[in-house]
C-alpha cells in the first residue's frame, strides 16, 4: 500500500487532489495494480507532530510505503518515526527546502514553528540518521526555488541507504506528467 503525503504549509490552497488526484497520479497508480491512499493533513495543525498523528490516525492496515511530497516529506518523516512498525518504506519526493531565509520570510508569523529542523523542517538531521528503512529521494528537475537539489544531496548524505530516483518537476507544476513518477512509485512499491 502506497500512502501519499501532499505538499503545502500552513495556509496553502493544497490537498491531496489538487497534489496527487487531478495530477494524475492516484489514477496511473491504480491503473498499476497498486493500492493507493491518499489522504488530506490537517493543515495549521500548528506542529509536524500534530499533521502526523492525524495521519497515523487514518493510515490503512499493514505495513505501507509513505510517499511524502514537498513539505509533505516532513510529515512522513514524523510519521515513520511515530509509527516505525507501520512503515516499510518511505519515499521523500521534491524535498522542501528549510534553512532559507528569504523563503522563510513568506511563512505567516503564527506558522513560525514549523521552519524549525535541520535539513527538513520539523525534523533534526540526527532523526533522518538514525532512520533504519528504506529511504528513497526524489529530486525536483530542474530545481526551484522551493525545492532546491542541495536538499535533495544533503538527505542522500545524511540517511543511511538512502538510494536517488530520477527526478521530475512536481505537481502541480504546469511541467509535471504522472506517468513518469507513477512508473518510478511502481517500481519503488514492487520492491519493496
Same mark, same amino acid.
Given at each position: 500500500?502506497?500512502?501519499?503525503? *501532499?505538499?503545502?504549509?500552513?495556509?496553502?490552497?493544497?490537498?491531496?487532489?489538487?497534489?496527487?488526484?487531478?495530477?494524475?497520479?492516484?489514477?496511473?497508480?491504480?491503473?498499476?495494480?497498486?493500492?493507493?491512499?491518499?489522504?488530506?493533513?490537517?493543515?495549521?495543525?500548528?506542529?509536524?507532530? !500534530?499533521?502526523?498523528? *492525524?495521519?497515523?490516525?487514518?493510515?490503512?492496515?499493514?505495513?505501507?510505503?509513505?510517499?511524502?511530497?514537498?513539505?509533505?516529506?516532513?510529515?512522513?518523516?514524523?510519521?515513520?518515526?511515530?509509527?516505525?512498525?507501520?512503515?516499510?518504506?518511505?519515499?521523500?519526493?521534491?524535498?522542501?527546502?528549510?534553512?532559507?531565509?528569504?523563503?522563510?520570510?513568506?511563512?505567516? !508569523?503564527?506558522?513560525?514553528?514549523?521552519?524549525?529542523?535541520?535539513?527538513?523542517?520539523?525534523?533534526?538531521?540526527?532523526?533522518?540518521?538514525?532512520?533504519?528503512?528504506?529511504?528513497?529521494?526524489?529530486?525536483?528537475?530542474?530545481?526551484?526555488?522551493? *525545492?532546491?537539489?542541495?536538499?535533495?544531496?544533503?538527505?542522500?548524505?545524511?540517511?543511511?541507504?538512502?538510494?536517488?530516483?530520477?527526478?521530475?518537476?512536481?505537481?502541480?507544476?504546469?511541467?509535471?506528467?504522472?506517468?513518469?513518477?507513477?512508473?518510478?512509485?511502481?517500481?519503488?512499491?514492487?520492491?519493496?
Amino acid at each position: 500500500m502506497l500512502v501519499l503525503v *501532499h505538499g503545502g504549509l500552513w495556509d496553502d490552497p493544497m490537498d491531496a487532489e489538487r497534489f496527487w488526484g487531478r495530477t494524475g497520479v492516484v489514477a496511473g497508480l491504480r491503473a498499476e495494480g497498486l493500492a493507493v491512499s491518499a489522504p488530506d493533513r490537517r493543515m495549521r495543525a500548528g506542529s509536524w507532530q !500534530a499533521e502526523a498523528a *492525524h495521519l497515523a490516525a487514518g493510515l490503512p492496515a499493514g505495513p505501507v510505503v509513505l510517499v511524502g511530497g514537498s513539505n509533505g516529506c516532513s510529515v512522513a518523516v514524523r510519521l515513520a518515526l511515530a509509527v516505525p512498525e507501520r512503515v516499510r518504506g518511505l519515499v521523500l519526493a521534491w524535498p522542501a527546502t528549510a534553512c532559507d531565509p528569504e523563503l522563510n520570510q513568506r511563512v505567516p !508569523a503564527e506558522a513560525a514553528g514549523l521552519l524549525a529542523g535541520g535539513v527538513l523542517r520539523g525534523v533534526a538531521d540526527q532523526e533522518l540518521a538514525g532512520l533504519r528503512l528504506p529511504v528513497a529521494v526524489l529530486p525536483s528537475v530542474p530545481e526551484n526555488p522551493v *525545492h532546491r537539489r542541495w536538499t535533495a544531496d544533503a538527505l542522500l548524505g545524511l540517511v543511511p541507504g538512502a538510494v536517488e530516483l530520477p527526478g521530475c518537476p512536481e505537481p502541480p507544476h504546469p511541467d509535471f506528467r504522472a506517468a513518469g513518477l507513477v512508473a518510478v512509485l511502481a517500481g519503488v512499491s514492487r520492491s519493496r
